[in-house]
């Protein structure tokens, strides 16, 4: 009984409650010691105490209990069977349960089954009854009309053959009426179906003549098709259609891409006329463009103006000198109207061709001719022809914009013939029309940088001549407004007076417009690598643009042009440096070293930054730059040294050679020519000091003022000499100078300034003292003379001390000017000190 229903167990499963079964089968194989297979368990402990075991003795597991386990511990124990004892139960009797019923619905159907079959046997018979009679039936109609069998199939056949000679005599009516209602596709299929047939029988004269007649009207029909798609005014459909039928009919397949692109070519010719018409049309007056930054338009100035009827000071324009001819369309709308005329039209004309004669499938013979590839040839001459010609309008266009001021309608109306073009090379790929397109845009990018770095130039240089104006001409302010001058660099004053120009407010406005300029300039071409530009995408405009372009042809070719331009001012000619004001070389030099120090790397960090530059090329460093302004300052500013000297120079030695020193008078005062020494000297100090910091000075004496000079060197004492003085002492004289300027620290007169104050007015006292020096030693002097030279220097030494580095190079300089003036006095009779004291503090 337990085996039956472990094995009924075994195959109840469900598979909703397979887990659960499984479960409760593998306990009742456990609690009857059976194995996967249902069999005993060899393995099983053949010991009395396995509860699970054949040879289990309940005395002996109970004794085992009672002597090893607790009282607890055997009541657990007891708890424990008991659970499980009920669950076995509970659980045997759920599966007999089960399986009882499904016993008795596996009866009810077995009986069932047994019913069905037997009615299916009865079915099977008369269906089998039935089949015999069929086929005696089908046995004796065979045999009755087997006779008759090969009469009907030869009466079949002829009665095809009359259909398709039927079908012949009546196709000249049949293609005439196709002909008629315009049904060419019917015609030209009935035609075909026929065209083989009478070609074979064409010999025999009825034939002859149905050929003869379907090869007029098919020539009637061909000539209303070829009619039909020279006239193009159908839709594409038909054209498509027309075309089909046309090779169909074996005409030349060459011939109708040379007729359907000879039409197409009409259309796509007036089209370019119209954009041609448009660059031919008369333009207006030239107007001038306005300033790329709109807040110096207002102090704008046309180029063609005299440069002394111009506001002095007024900051120009950046491209007030670049007039761009008004032409009736911008830019932008001459490239819509060729984007939508023509290369729509060019689109049109690619898709409607390959889809007639390339991309269509070739059957039957049509496929041998290898039409696709013939097609395919001329359809990519005929667009590169035409693409061409829109190309040269295009550049002729884009070279019409000259102007610089708003750039957003250029790089709009490039970016929208890229984009569209773009549509050509889906259409026929491998077509040099998009890339010859690219180029065109990156020709016009790179020109536009030329415009850019052009009206640069022009408005750097068109700053400096309103400096220069500034310089020369004072401005006249009435209650502060600006009359004339340097308004736009300055400002107004406050009272009816001449304003001198500031050079700290000169430099700061012009600086300060060059960098706003630069700066616009970079937002302006900025807009063609815009991320919603298509062709800024790129790996030019990625690249070369940023790097090659933007950075290096022009910001730092515009860097190299302001260090070059300044440098010419130091090339001019003449003692007095030509017409370049010499604060204008002072401002200039200044404005080198500001880019040297600072302006120059901000440039280059804002041009790689706003532009992402990636130096893939090598380009130029900012030392480099740095170098070359610096150098361009240095030169400027010895230059600056030199015209100042020589224009003070210029005063002394015409002082000296304008003036009889052997027969002058007692001198009674200091020359008014070193009063103006001392007043120029002063105004350069303060002049330089405005753009130049103090410099370095050695400690002063406190004498300085006071020193003395003897008609000797200042290493001897004038007493020890003079009472010996006879014809043969100027020699001995001469002689110890001579030694003493050996052992004397060597004065470069023209080396090179530092950027400070102090140096610079060294420089130029230098070269001012030299040139009185040698000036003196050409003259011829009596004992006034002498002493109006003693009190001349003795005045310049109480005022020119304190603006060199060292006094003792200003006593020296004037020291050998004395010295050198009593070497060449007829009677050196020097003037007492104090005599020169009064003097030169009488003024």
Known sequence: ????????????????????????????????????????????????????????????????????????????????????????????????????????SATDTIRKMKNDFKKMEDEMDCLSTNMAAITEFSARISGTLQDQHTQITKLSGVHTLLRKLQFLFELPARLNKCLEMQAYAQAVSSHRRARCVLHQYSHMPSFRG??????????????????????????????????????????????????????????????????????????????????????????????????????????????????????????????????????????????????????????????????????????????????????????????????????????????????RLQAVSKLLPGSPVPSQGTEIVVRAARERIRQYLVALQSFYLDSLTDVRQAL???????????????????????????????????????????????????????????????????????????????????????IKFVCQSSRQFCESAGDRGGTTPPALLLLLSRLCLDYETSTISYILTLTDEQFLVQHHSPVTAVTALCSEAREAAQKLLNHYVKVQGLIISQMLRKSVETRDWVNTIEPRNVRAVMKRVVEDTTSIDVQVGLLYEEGVRKAHSSDSSKRTFSVYSSSRQQARY????????????????????????????????????????????????????????????????????????????????????????????????????AHRCLDPAPMEQSVIEVICERG
Not at 302 to 312: R, V
Not at 365 to 376: R, T, V
Not at 760 to 783: P, Q
């Open 472 to 558: 020369a001409a004072p401005r006249l302010t009435v209650g502060g407004a600006g009359v004339s001058g340097a308004g736009g660099l300055l400002g107004g004053a406050a009272s009816v007076k001449d304003v001198p120009p500031s050079l700290p407010d000169l430099l700061t406005s012009l600086s300060g417009s060059i960098l706003n300029q630069i700066k616009s300039v970079l937002a302006s071409v900025h807009l063609f690598t815009a991320k919603d530009i298509t062709f800024s995408n790129k790996p030019y405009f990625k690249g070369e643009f940023c790097s090659e372009g933007v950075r290096e042809g022009l910001v730092v070719s515009f």
């Open 1 to 104: 009984m337990d085996a039956d229903i472990s094995a009924a167990a075994s195959g109840s499963v469900t598979p909703p409650d397979s887990d659960r079964k499984r479960k409760v089968h593998g306990m009742l194989k456990l609690y009857y010691g059976l194995n996967e297979e249902g069999k005993p368990d060899q393995m099983e402990s053949l010991g009395p105490c396995d509860i699970n075991g054949p040879h289990f003795d309940p005395e002996v597991f109970l004794n085992k209990l009672r002597k090893e386990c607790s009282l607890a511990e055997l009541m657990d124990q007891e708890s424990c069977m008991v659970k499980q004892i009920r669950s076995l139960d509970s659980d045997m009797q759920t599966l007999v349960y089960e399986n009882y019923n499904k016993f008795i």
């Open 722 to 821: 003079a009472p010996s003085y006879t014809p043969s002492a100027p020699m001995d004289t001469n002689l110890l100078s001579n030694i003493h300027k050996l052992f004397s620290e060597r004065i470069d007169i023209f080396s090179p300034v530092e950027f400070n104050k102090v140096s610079v007015l060294t420089g130029i006292i230098k070269i001012s003292l030299k040139t009185f020096l040698e000036c003196v030693r050409l003259r011829t002097f009596g004992r006034y003379g002498l002493q109006q030279i003693q009190v001349d220097c003795h005045y310049l030494q109480m005022y020119l001390w304190r603006f060199v580095s060292d006094e003792n190079l200003v006593h020296f300089l004037l020291d050998e000017i004395v010295c050198s003036a």
């Open 210 to 419: 149905i050929q003869d007649d379907c090869h007029a009207i098919m020539d009637q029909l061909a000539q209303q098709l070829r009619q039909k798609f020279r006239d193009g005014g159908s839709s594409a459909k038909d054209l498509s259609e027309c075309v089909e039928l046309l090779l169909q009919l074996d005409e030349p397949a060459e011939e109708l891409c040379d007729k359907f692109l000879s039409h197409a070519q009409s259309r796509l010719e007036a089209d370019l006329l119209g954009l041609e018409a448009e660059l031919r049309e008369p333009v207006s007056a030239s107007v001038p463009v306005t300033s790329v930054d709109p807040a110096s338009s207002s102090a704008s100035k046309a180029s063609a103006a005299p440069a002394d009827e111009g506001p002095a000071g007024s900051t120009p324009s950046m491209s007030s000198t670049l007039l761009s001819p008004s032409s009736r369309t911008d830019i932008l709308e001459f490239i819509d109207r060729g984007c939508n005329e023509f290369v729509s039209s060019l689109c049109l004309v690619i898709a409607s061709y390959q889809e007639l004669f390339i991309n269509r499938p070739q059957e039957d013979d049509l496929a041998s001719k290898n039409i696709p590839q013939m097609a395919n040839g001329k359809l990519h001459s005929f667009v590169d022809t035409l693409a061409a010609r829109y190309f040269t309008l295009v550049e002729r266009r884009i070279q019409e914009e000259k102007g610089v001021g708003d750039n957003s309608l250029l790089v709009r109306a490039l970016d929208r013939f890229h984009r």
